[in-house]
């Protein structure tokens, strides 16, 4: 009579072996596209808790807050951008973190000694979990490499327009630029039409949330994918700004630096002035015989307050 065989042979091993194997190469898709959908919701659920912010700042104050605050006249938007706080710090009451708030001392500039242990602070609002950023406090510079001060991160900027207005500017066509006060009357192409803030990802360009540090410049990220001929750093007033020109460029002598971007695949998350969040498409460039492309066009209008620009209702449903 023959014993009961109590193991596995050989063959038999390796085909379990080859099933599991076979079963995790179909999970792990759906696993990564769960993880991803969650951080993407993470994300949009951030810029939620800015919109709700930028309402009841506006509530409270009768107008959305400044692109970033500069006491000196206009020169270039690059070292005139004193004392720089930018719309991230102004909201920071309204975002649960009145006492980051509190020890901040608006009189003096962002990179002044007496704020140097409050600019320190992550803020977890204005990080993306997509996005890839230091764990701790990184040195923004000035174009020649040198230190003008150590901060955190930010993942997000305020539209100040569409291409027409340029970050470094006086003034913008959108709800935010230097010393702004926009108010909800004067969004007359409607505040569901009207980006207020977006993404753009700190592995791109190399924004903060404190505001425009004068002298400080926005660097290229690691991961930013133009073409290293691209600028590598743009003025102080691109630390907390972006405009709506293109979304996850790929070709743009700025360097997409002035743009918004994201690490979510095939586009960004946007608030808009009503208090709604859309994912917007890609936008990665212009036209290669020249001109802007029919979604650029779109994207720029949504970045306008009072452009009277059409914009199909596919885009912010």
């Given amino acids: 009579m023959l014993g009961r065989r109590n193991a596995f042979t050989l063959v038999e091993l390796l085909v379990v072996i080859a099933i599991i194997g ?29 919109g709700i912010a930028m309402q009841n700042h506006h509530a409270a104050r009768r107008f959305f807050p400044a692109g970033y605050i500069a006491k000196m006249p206009y020169a270039d938007g690059a070292t005139d951008t004193s004392p720089g706080w930018g719309w991230g710090s102004a909201l920071l009451p309204f975002i649960e973190e009145n006492t980051l708030f509190k020890s901040i001392d608006f009189n003096q500039s962002i990179e002044s000694p007496r704020n140097a ?13 997509d996005d890839d950023q230091p764990d701790a406090a990184f040195n923004v510079t000035d174009d020649f490499g040198a230190t003008v001060a150590r901060t955190t991160p930010a993942g997000y900027a305020a539209s100040c327009g ?15 630029y230097r010393n702004s006060a926009t108010r909800i009357a004067q969004i007359t192409d409607g505040t569901s039409k009207t980006i207020l803030i977006g993404e753009r990802a ?12 004068s002298r400080g410049v926005c660097k290229r990220g690691a991961a930013n994918p133009c073409p290293g001929g691209g600028a590598a750093s743009y003025p102080a007033a691109a630390l907390p700004l972006a405009h709506c ?32 969040v859309h994912f917007l498409q890609d936008v990665s460039g212009d036209k ?11 994207l720029q209008g949504l970045g ?9 209702a596919e885009w912010t449903q």
Wanted: with cysteine; hydrophobic share 40%.
């Fill in 117 to 129: 242990t409050a600019i320190l602070s992550r803020v977890g609002n204005y990080l993306c979990p």
């Fill in 245 to 276: 020109h293109l979304n996850n460029a790929l070709f743009d002598t700025d360097g997409g630096l002035d743009d918004f971007s994201s690490r979510h695949p095939l586009g960004s998350n946007f608030v808009f002035a009503d208090g709604s």
């Fill in 202 to 213: 700190w592995s791109n360009a190399n924004g903060i949330w404190a505001g425009a540090i």
């Fill in 304 to 312: 306008t307050r009072a452009g009277g620009e059409s914009i199909p």
């Fill in 162 to 176: 569409g291409d027409e207005s340029d970050l470094a500017g006086a003034t913008g066509q959108g709800v935010f």
């Fill in 22 to 50: 076979a079963l995790i190469a179909l999970l792990l898709p759906a696993i990564q596209a769960a993880r991803e959908a969650a951080r993407r919701s993470q994300c949009s659920n951030n810029l939620k808790q800015m």
């Fill in 288 to 298: 290669p015989e020249g001109g802007f492309t029919a979604e650029s066009l779109i």
